[in-house]
Antibody, heavy 119, light 111 residues
Framework: QITLKESGPTLVKPTQTLTLTCTFS?????????VGWIRQPPGKALEWLAL???????RYSPSLKTRLTITKGTSKNQVVLTIINMDPVDTATYYC????????????WGQGTLVTVSS | QSALTQPPSASGSPGQSVTISCTGT?????????VSWYQHRPGKAPKLVIC???KRPSGVPDRFSGSKSGNTASLTVSGLQAEDEADYYC???????????FGGGTKLTVL
């Protein structure tokens, strides 16, 4: 059974750096597999942020590229997303998801974690 | 403003069919057969219902189907059921720079 779970602070102050961790089980970040991050501001649409592949290839949303860093965690079953210079408009539910080998879609998602940016 | 354009809402009665469109450009939807559709119920994780334009992941009912013509992809839900009420999002590969773009979402209401 594939599971993913997001963890990190629920509240950050403007200008601070947000670090989110995606801890997954039931698969490994092996050939062809990727793990990505997507967010959804309250009442708004999903927004794709970043994705890292098994071979450390990384892709970023062009509009947020300068603020995002995606890396593999210290544990083999973790992926970390860092966002610098947080702003209230970054308030959102942040999801991590798996991109498997059988298609281009994100076939398994975490439940998401709500991050609020406020002073 | 989202990269892909979806109608904000769609509706149908139980048993009917409804089709949701997703319009992009030749740089995303029209350029690749890598369109996915996600079902998102409130408080739940999004669920992949269609990938690669028309493939159905294991466990997704065959009432869900996908297609594409030019720069527009479509999701059709046949034999509507109450449980199909949700927000639906399309996404597409958009080349090595943009990589993935989402639509603005469509709220499907089962009347």
């Amino acid at each position: 059974q594939i599971t993913l779970k997001e963890s990190g602070p629920t509240l950050v102050k403007p200008t601070q750096t947000l670090t989110l961790t995606c801890t997954f089980s039931g698969f490994s970040l092996s050939s062809g597999v990727g793990v990505g991050w997507i967010r959804q501001p309250p009442g708004k649409a999903l927004e794709w942020l970043a994705l890292i592949f098994w071979d450390d290839d990384k892709r970023y949303s062009p509009s947020l590229k300068t603020r995002l860093t995606i890396t593999k965690g210290t544990s083999k079953n973790q992926v970390v997303l860092t966002i610098i210079n947080m702003d209230p408009v970054d308030t959102a539910t942040y999801y991590c998801a798996r991109r498997g080998t059988s298609s281009s879609g994100l076939d398994s998602w975490g439940q998401g974690t709500l991050v609020t940016v406020s002073s | 403003q989202s990269a892909l354009t979806q109608p904000p809402s769609a509706s149908g009665s139980p048993g009917q069919s409804v089709t949701i469109s997703c319009t992009g450009t030749s740089s995303d939807v029209g350029g690749y057969d890598f369109v996915s559709w996600y079902q998102h119920r409130p408080g739940k994780a999004p669920k992949l219902v269609i990938c690669d334009v028309s493939k159905r992941p294991s466990g997704v009912p065959d009432r869900f189907s996908g297609s594409k013509s030019g720069n527009t992809a479509s999701l059709t839900v046949s034999g509507l059921q109450a449980e199909d009420e949700a927000d639906y999002y399309c996404s597409s590969y958009a080349g090595s720079n943009n990589y993935v773009v989402f639509g603005g979402g469509t709220k499907l209401t089962v009347l």
